[in-house]
């Protein structure tokens, strides 16, 4: 069992940018496809990037540019630098581990409790 556990969000104003880390318990996170998917208010959860074993990233078309996703397996972290910000991407942010690269949130088998990211001025 892989937990997970997110940081990094918090209030940032239009522009701004923020970087979310999702550090694991086991080193066999490692192994695993990792995600990130938010979840807005009165929303359903929504696939934000993804990153292969071999590195090969995915994402989706509203943050590409903007966002990226990497990792660093000695520390068993995977973040997220988020640029750019809007409102529009207002949201609770979850890391995700699993086998495969998805853009289904039920592709994924493990998951942090998530942090906040709020864009306001």
């Known amino acids: 069992q892989v937990q997970l556990v997110e940081s990094g969000g918090g209030l940032v104003q239009p522009g701004g940018s923020l970087r979310l880390s999702c550090v694991a318990s086991?080193?066999?996170?490692?192994?695993?496809?990792k995600g990130w998917f938010r979840q807005a208010p009165g929303k359903e959860r929504e696939f934000v990037a993804a990153m292969t074993l071999s590195t090969v990233t995915y994402y989706a078309d509203s943050v590409k540019g903007r966002f990226t996703i990497s990792r660093d397996d000695a520390k068993k972290t995977v973040y997220l630098q988020m640029n750019s910000l809007q409102p529009q991407d207002t949201a609770d942010y979850f890391c995700?581990?699993?086998?495969?690269?998805?853009?289904?949130?039920?592709?994924?088998?493990?998951w942090g409790q998530g942090t906040q990211v709020t864009v306001s001025s």
């Open positions: 086991e080193r066999t996170f490692n192994t695993y496809t």
């Open positions: 995700a581990a699993g086998r495969f690269a998805s853009v289904r949130a039920n592709g994924y088998n493990f």
